[in-house]
């Protein structure tokens, strides 16, 4: 147990953020990169400017959002709309749910009509190197203050604009703290007599164990086999540090060969190979295959994000005490500890300067980050977001948000993040070559070729500006 096992939850909570932006793993961009506006085109700001109207909205104006509805849902943003209509009388917040963003939102774009609140999320997420150029700074927003009457900025996690932040601009308020790892049935362990793996070998151990007891290791769906890009990536980055992290972001020639990834991909291979995975899951909506996890508990583990406790809470077996643990490394002597954790906040929301309503939008943002609408997201997602402080100790009774806390403990200040694969919007073509691989049709050689090709098609196309990044 970590010194800071002595702050207790909340403490290490307001302190995840923090650890992000000061470590070098905390992938802070070089300057170079094509920018937001500052509100230059604030269509629909026509109201006068005041402590209750920071961004000047008109009265009786409307607000078009559209929300990624995934794990979190969305009507926690219709929770916020309702608090904001109350603020701004007369004016009316339309808040529509999407499950295909750049499929949906793009061509708005283009027409120049793009709504004035997006959460820019999901796997069919807008690349932010295309539109760079079409968001607005979001600054005024964290110096405004809240419904409460504090400085937004005071009430949040430090570091919480990073995320967002490309070429020094920040453009995308990244609402919910988020941390990856591997999620199980404490309950289930504990009765089989397993303990979660630390390690790749340790994981193929698992998996005889699992199936001798006529269970599979893992199982996946189509639309999140890149939940498996991730451990992996995760996995590697953990394993070789810096030089790893710094390949990808960069777009690196043959970075994928690198023998962090080689020796991880060898060994999901072997488990393809071995019958560790729940047959089909490309043929399988992701849900209802994380339900052969959460519910049927046909597969023992799962790699996800935070928010799988509630985009699966009615789909959980009674008494199956979700926790989460770090996402294995290929050794047991890597680079950064094994408590090493991917962890930043995630679900970016994004104010285009072409929508009707500039002002509109990050009045909306300004509700969520109002302490109802957070308290709410936090109690009702089991999840926290940026807004510091209202988590309680007993994660609201959820051994899962409970876990992640432990998590964020044992890590201290070795977080770490990455944004090339949501800057470039890789994540589409990537979920091809990943329900190849799991479905057996790749192997470790095919998948590392397929991967390689999709960066350096972004690598090789003058018309894709870059943004390096130098620690």
Known sequence: MSETSKIGRRSLLRGSLAAAAVLPLGGALASCASSG??????????????????????????VDAVIFNGGYGYDYVQFAADIAQKKQAGSTFKVAPSTQIAQQLQPRFVGGNPPDLIDNSGAGQIGFNTILDQLETLDDLFEANNYEGTKIADTLYPGAKNPGTF???????????????????DSLFKENGWTPPKTYPELLDLGAKAKAKGKYLFVWGKEAATYYHTMAVDG???EGGDEVRLALENLKPN???MPQFQGIFKALETMVKNGYFVPGGAGTQFTAAQAKWSNDQQAILYPSGSWIENEMKKATKSGFDMKGVPEPTLTDN?????????????????????GKNVAGGKELLRAMLSKDAATNFAKTRLAPTIVKGLVPADGFGSTALQSQTQMLDAAGTNVFD??????????TDQLVVWN??????????????????????????????????TK
Do not use: C, H
């Open 236 to 238: 590697a980055i953990k």
């Open 436 to 469: 190849s691989f799991l479905s057996g049709q790749l192997d470790a050689a095919g998948l590392t070729k397929g991967l390689q090709q999709i960066m350096d098609k972004v690598r090789n196309d003058p018309s894709v500006k870059k943004i390096p990044v």
């Open 255 to 257: 970075a994928w060969s």
């Open 418 to 427: 990455y944004q090339v694969f949501g800057l470039y919007g890789m994540n």
């Open 167 to 185: 070429d020094g601009k920040f453009v995308a308020m990244n609402y919910v703290l988020t941390l990856y790892g591997i999620w199980y049935s």
């Open 37 to 62: 506006n500052s509100g230059s085109n604030n269509s629909g700001s026509t109201g006068t400017k005041s402590a209750d109207n920071p961004f000047g909205m008109a009265a009786k104006s409307t």
């Open 334 to 354: 890597p680079k950064l500890p094994y408590a090493s954790l991917r962890s930043a906040a995630g679900e970016p929301y994004i104010v285009p300067s072409k």
